[in-house]
């Protein structure tokens, strides 16, 4: 198995959160030119707030453990270490979740713009944790 250091776990795992984050950012702006100026001001409202909420309620704390976890990996271990195993099944399932969404045609566009933008600033936000602790370590 293909071995790395911890500290390129860490810089793997925060460099994955921000392009998955801007990612579904980006995702976010197929929708944007569908909506009202009114609706884009109160999805993009609802998405910062929510951003916000994720990230400091959910996406920070699932990093400080990621991190914690990583500490406690040999001080070089499996590249694909940066996320516990059974996490990439739930990977898997939220990337099936999005699909669906995005093509069901299911849930109006203010709501793809509000979830998408939302959990994706969250993410991005969430990586600086994985960031710090790298600037701290070097």
Do not use: D
């Not at 203010?110 to 960031?131: H, W």
């Amino acid at each position: 198995k293909p071995a790395v250091h911890q500290k390129a776990l860490i810089l793997i795992a925060g460099g994955i959160w921000s392009c998955v984050g801007i990612l579904l950012i980006n995702i976010s702006f197929r929708w944007v030119a569908l909506l009202s100026y009114s609706e884009l001001f109160i999805a993009v409202g609802i998405g910062l707030v929510s951003a916000i909420f994720i990230s400091i309620y959910g996406f920070k704390i699932i990093a400080q453990k990621n991190i914690s976890r990583i500490a406690l990996l040999p001080e070089r271990a499996c590249i694909f270490a940066f996320i516990k195993w059974e996490t990439y099944f739930l990977i898997i399932i939220m990337i099936s979740m999005g699909v669906f969404l995005r093509t069901s045609n299911i849930i109006p566009e203010i709501l793809l713009v509000v979830i998408y933008s939302g959990i994706g600033l969250a993410l991005f936000i969430s990586s600086f944790e994985y960031y710090q602790v790298l600037r701290k370590k070097l």
